[in-house]
């Protein structure tokens, strides 16, 4: 069973961290691009960041950019996000999604994952 597990959300106050993890069961993350989504309270789910199979690529929404790194260890199968310096508009429920591609492909279109995770949620408040 095909299957991708989030983890390591939490409460965190404003200017803290918190390092998410993505792992994978049911198949191997060598070949596939990896995102980051999220989804804020009452609004549409967006990407946060992407990285392509070997790590060559990486993409992060404008947002995020010089806060948040993503990472992975495919001996792991697991797949990291690192968010630093965060502000309550980072509070939402955070997914990871899978799509087998080529390497060097790292996409926050959402409509291109085939597999998606079942989210955890990151609050951050004082």
């Known amino acids: 069973q095909v299957q991708l597990v989030e983890s390591g959300g939490g409460l965190v106050q404003p200017g803290g961290s918190l390092r998410l993890s993505c792992a994978a069961s049911?198949?191997?993350?060598?070949?596939?691009?990896i995102g980051w989504f999220r989804q804020p309270p009452g609004k549409e789910r967006e990407g946060v960041s992407s990285?392509?199979?070997?790590?060559?690529?990486?993409k992060y929404a404008d947002s995020v950019k010089g806060r948040f790194t993503i990472s992975r260890n495919n001996t792991k199968n697991t797949v990291f996000l690192q968010m630093n310096n965060l502000k309550p508009e980072d509070s939402a429920v955070y997914y990871c999604?899978?799509?087998?591609?080529?390497?060097?492909?790292?996409?926050?279109?959402?409509?291109?994952?085939?597999?998606w995770g079942q989210g955890t949620q990151v609050t951050v408040s004082s």
């Open positions: 999604a899978a799509v087998p591609s080529a390497d060097a492909i790292a996409t926050l279109q959402e409509w291109v994952y085939d597999y």
């Open positions: 049911g198949f191997t993350l060598d070949h596939y691009t």
């Open positions: 990285i392509s199979s070997s790590a060559l690529m990486t």
